[in-house]
């Protein structure tokens, strides 16, 4: 009876659901190929059922890569507890309300803790670089502040199709229109993750891990120069543009993702007159 109430409840909540909700930063999660529903709520510290009846998804089987979840909250991330930590320390750490922490982990009035005990943290407005440092991954992955890492634009070029809604779905990333094999450099230092042949709809990319649960994504290249493993620096060459996989004509597919999420790059690029002239 309670499934059943719980099912009622939530089919409710995706009709009324608001669509300025759906499309706002931080409402997606992109998932890793055999990630399950089941294993992002519980990394993410939300409602697996919810999470597969919004998505139309099964909870235990294995999603594709690249598959894309409505998240039906902000997500949070977890942390271990040490010696010396009080609500009010991680509080401060992380820049949430003590309330909020107590209500995610559902703790008593009291807000005991004790070392080796496992928090979730809701993400706040910004975290700071040093709390950010403090801890290592894969235990957690964070929003970063946005001044916490400056991009710069990887191509010369203009804007031909921006994030956001397009063509009846929505569009990841944003398209940078260029000419045929100009170079696209890296908009931030880091790691190169993935370098060649990616899929149909990307052709072959470039993605590059910045630490931080920060990662950029550089498809639709005619070639990469870039291998898996290099250290890159900002502006350093990492592809070639072009038009492989979906694509219209010679451009860049440009993406930001935090955290797995994909957002508007226009927010993290530096205010310009032209697409790239910061290349």
């Not at 999470?51 to 099964?58: E, F, G, P, Y």
């Not at 060649?196 to 070639?223: E, M, P």
């Amino acid at each position: 009876m309670k499934k059943m109430i719980f099912m009622a409840a939530a089919a409710l909540l995706l009709v009324l659901w608001p669509a300025s909700a759906a499309l706002a930063g931080g409402s997606y999660y992109i998932a890793c190929e055999q990630e399950t529903v089941a294993s992002i709520a519980e990394t993410y510290g939300l409602d697996s059922e919810l999470l597969a009846l919004m998505n139309d998804v099964a909870a235990a089987e294995p999603l594709a890569e690249g598959t894309v979840l409505r998240l039906p909250e902000t997500p949070c991330f977890s942390v271990t507890v040490s010696r010396g930590d009080t609500l009010s320390s991680l509080a401060r750490r992380y820049a949430v309300d003590i309330a909020e922490i107590t209500r995610v982990n559902e703790l008593d009035s009291q807000g005991r803790l004790y070392p080796g005990q496992t928090l979730l943290i809701p993400f706040g407005e910004e975290i700071s670089v040093s709390a950010v440092a403090s801890v290592e991954a894969p235990e957690l992955a964070v929003y970063a502040s946005r001044s916490a890492l400056a991009y710069i634009w990887p191509v010369d070029g203009f804007i031909s199709s921006p994030y956001g809604e397009r063509w009846g779905s929505f569009h990841w990333g944003l398209d940078i229109a260029a000419d045929n094999l100009s170079e696209i450099g890296a908009a931030a230092a880091g790691v190169v993750v993935e370098a060649g042949w990616k899929n149909d709809a990307y052709g072959y990319a470039v993605v590059i891990d910045h630490g931080g649960g920060r990662q950029t994504l550089y498809g639709h290249c005619s070639s990469v120069v870039a291998q898996v493993g290099d250290q890159v620096r900002t502006g350093e060459t990492v592809a070639l543009v072009g038009s492989t996989g979906n694509s219209t004509g010679p451009h860049l597919h440009f993406e930001i993702r935090e955290n797995g999420v994909c957002v508007d790059p226009l927010l993290y690029l530096p205010v310009n007159e032209s697409a790239g002239s910061s290349k």
